[in-house]
C-alpha cells in the first residue's frame, strides 16, 4: 500500500476500535522509538525473555532483533503481559551462526553495535553517547554473549556494580539500561521519534493485531478500493 492508502485503510480499521484504544494508540505511538533498538543473542530462558519484551515496550522501543543459533527464542505470556503483540520481532534463524547475518542487516539499516558486557574498552551506561542510532546486544544469563557477538561489535557498554555478584541478570540488565538511555534520549535534541510514516505503518499493524478476522476486513478494502478506482 502507498501512504494514501494506509492512511485510508487504519482510518477504516479504526471504526472497528474502541475510542479508548485509539486514544491509547495515539499516546502511545508519540514515545515510540527506533533509535535505539534490541538485540537478543540465543535467549532461551521464557521468562528472561518475556521480561526484556515487557521493559522495550514500557520505555518506547519498538523493534527486537532475535538471534536464533543454538535456541529458539520462547516467550512466556504471563510475565510478558501482552507485550510481544505491540513490538516488531525480527528473526534471524537461517544460518547456523546468524549472529553476524543480524550485525550486517543492522549495520544496513543505520546502527552501531553495541554489546553490552565487560570490555577493555567499555563504556559506562551514564557516558555512552546516543547521538546516532544504536543496537544493544543482550546475550544469555549464564553464557552471556558469544565471542563473534564481542568481536565484532563496535562499542562496548557495562553498568556500574557496586556488590559481591559478578553480574545483573539479563532482564534487570535490560531494564537498567533501556530506562537509563531512553529518559536521557528523551531529555534530549536527538531527532529520535519516528517518521509519520513508520507511525502509520505501526498504527495499522496495531489495529490489525487488536481486530478479529483483521485480514478479511483488508482483503475486503483493499477489493472496494479496486472496484472504485
Known sequence: MDIRTKKEFLEFLSGYLTENRRKLFDKVIRYRTRHITVVLEDIYQPHNASAVLRSADLTGIQDIHIIENRNKYQVNPEVAMGSSKWLNLIKYNEYEDNTLAAYDALRKAGYRIVATT??????????ISINGKMALVFGTELKGLSETA???ADEYLRIPMYGFTESYN?????ALILFTLTEKLRKSQVPWQLSEEEKLEILVEWAKRTIKHADLFEKDFLEKRKNQG
Open 118 to 127: 565487560p570490555h577493555k574498552n567499555d563504556q559506562m551506561l551514564d557516558d
Open 150 to 152: 564481542i568481536t565484532h
Open 170 to 174: 539479563i532482564s534487570v540488565s535490560a
